[in-house]
């Protein structure tokens, strides 16, 4: 529970905002969770005043009362793996840094999404695809609390979806161990044993993402919750698109557009977020 006078320096900006405080009490079965209402708040006025007087290392805002969500749509690299596989790859061709540092602008949405992956891909031109499998083996490892919040989520009926401007190649063995049930992604194009330095058209986009949370939605029907999952610029529409849209250690314009955020490692904070109680987890 927050200390009563940073809960009380809230009530009193958004009192001044014209947004009062109608109610804050910690959830009957999570002393971890404050649930406000604000009846008359915005998203706009709210999270920057909750942020600033609260600092919540996560957080949640809806317009109605949050439900489990049917579907799940996620960002794979630096969200439910704590790496950037591509980033990963490229130290074994010998360049790491470069890529790296194409990564990160991308990720900011200071390059187009598509040309900095091409642009990254052709540095690996030549690399033994054996390169692949070792990086899997060595570099890559989910977030903490990724698997558990899959399984929980499909116990509790969700279709999980993972997206990824990467590769089906790290994706789907990813997404196998989680427990996703579909993936969406590129292809690393490779002839000889040796990859080509180019990538499978159409490219999976920030374009991808959005439709693929739109088409999956509409197959659940109307009024069916959706939750996407991201960190960086390419995932920024599709976050904004579902009714709960959580930044993971975001870059600050994702988490600017987001309605929700996790600050922490432990992924299993959206759980109770989304008011599912510990003994209803699917540990993994």
């Known amino acids: 529970m927050p200390d009563e006078a940073s809960l009380s320096a809230l009530e009193n900006a958004l009192a001044e905002a014209g947004q009062p405080l109608a109610s804050a009490a910690m959830l009957e079965f999570c002393g971890e969770v ?7 708040g915005t998203h706009e006025v709210v999270a ?18 949050i439900e489990v969500p049917r579907l799940i749509v996620s960002d794979m690299d630096s969200t439910m793996i704590g790496q950037e596989c591509l980033d990963e790859l490229a130290d074994f061709a010998g360049v790491k ?4 540092e ?5 990720m900011r949405g200071e390059l187009d999404f598509a040309g900095a992956l091409k642009e990254r891909v052709g540095l690996l031109e030549g690399l033994d695809e054996a390169a692949i499998q070792r990086c899997l083996d060595e570099r890559i490892s989910p977030t903490p609390g990724a698997a558990t919040l899959i399984a929980t989520l499909k116990a509790h009926g969700a279709h999980s979806v993972l997206v990824t401007g990467g590769f089906h190649r790290f994706a789907d063995p990813v997404a196998e161990k989680l427990g996703f049930d579909r993936v969406v992604g590129n292809r690393l ?3 000889d044993g040796k990859l080509t330095g180019k990538v499978q058209e159409p490219i999976c986009d920030s374009t991808t993402k959005q439709t693929t ?3 999956e939605a509409g197959r659940l029907g109307e009024g069916a919750r959706t939750l996407a999952i991201g960190d960086g610029a390419n995932d920024t529409p599709m976050i904004v698109a579902a009714d709960y849209g ?17 600050d922490t490692d432990d992924l299993t904070a959206i759980l109770l977020l989304l008011g599912i109680e510990r003994e209803k987890w699917v540990m993994r």
């Open 189 to 191: 194009l490779i002839a």
């Open 97 to 100: 840094p470069r890529v790296a």
């Open 48 to 65: 920057p005043l909750v942020e600033q007087h609260l600092a919540p290392h996560a957080a949640l805002f809806a317009d109605d009362f």
């Open 246 to 262: 959580i930044a993971y250690k975001a870059k600050p314009k994702t988490r600017a557009a987001a309605n929700g955020w996790i």
């Open 102 to 106: 194409i990564t990160e602008r991308a």
């Open 213 to 215: 949370l739109a088409e």
């Open 34 to 40: 404050l649930e406000i209402a604000i009846p008359e």
